[in-house]
Every structure is written in structure tokens, then in C-alpha cells.
Nanobody, 127 residues
Framework: QVQLVESGGGLVQAGASLRLSCTIS????????MAWFRQAPGQEREFVAR????????LYADSVKGRFTISRDNAKTTMYLQMNSLKSEDTAVYFC????????????????????WGQGTQVIVSS
């Protein structure tokens, strides 16, 4: 069973930075991508960023482009989300996600394209 565990959330002021981590355990899924999503209270879960297995290709939501950076370590056991210039609207629970099978690129921003999820880590940005 694949397990994903997020960490690194917290309470920060607007303009600050945070780095989230997602550790991956269980069967490997070589060749697959992984992603970060977030969910604010009363809102649907939304796509934040996706990274390919190689780590060379990343996709970002427009709302975080230029501020957030997704990456993963060489051992492919940890994925990161570096969040800079945080805004109050970034306040949400952040989840890492992985697919059980590959979906086409045009679907990789959809939450329904992911089968494994972490428990989430809370990020609160005060203005």
C-alpha cells in the first residue's frame, strides 16, 4: 500500500516562505508523476503543481506560478513544495497525491486523476 505523509505546514505572515515535504513509502510507481493540491475551508480541492517522475517537468496553477516550486529528491522518496511570497489566499490544507496508473497529460491537474493521498498539512497565512 502506497503511503504519503505531508509535513512542513504552519502559521506564517504574508510574504513569508514555507517548504512542504511529502514522503513516499510502499510500492514504487516508477515513471509516474506526483502532485500537490490544496483545499481551503468551504472550497473544492484545487490543483497546485505537478512534477514528472524525472523531476524535469513541472506544471503549476496560474495562482502560484512564479511563487511556488515543486521538486523531488534523487531517490524519489520525497517531494517538496517551496512556497515563497505567501498570500492570505494561500491558506489551505495542502495534500500530496500520486496516481495508481498513468493518466494523459491533459488530466493530470484533476484531483480525480489521483488515487493515493496524504492526510494533509495546514498552511495558514496571516495578512
Amino acid at each position: 500500500q502506497v503511503q504519503l505523509v505531508e509535513s512542513g505546514g504552519g502559521l506564517v505572515q504574508a510574504g513569508a516562505s514555507l517548504r512542504l515535504s511529502c514522503t513516499i513509502s510502499g510500492p514504487t510507481f516508477s515513471g509516474f508523476y506526483m502532485a500537490w493540491f490544496r483545499q481551503a475551508p468551504g472550497q473544492e480541492r484545487e490543483f497546485v503543481a505537478r512534477i514528472t517522475w524525472s523531476g524535469f517537468n513541472a506544471l503549476y496553477a496560474d495562482s502560484v506560478k512564479g511563487r511556488f516550486t515543486i521538486s523531488r529528491d534523487n531517490a524519489k522518496t520525497t517531494m517538496y513544495l517551496q512556497m515563497n511570497s505567501l498570500k492570505s489566499e494561500d491558506t489551505a490544507v495542502y495534500f500530496c497525491a500520486a496516481p495508481a496508473r498513468r493518466r494523459i497529460s491533459s488530466l493530470q491537474h484533476l484531483a480525480t486523476s489521483y488515487d493515493y493521498w496524504g492526510q494533509g498539512t495546514q498552511v495558514i497565512v496571516s495578512s
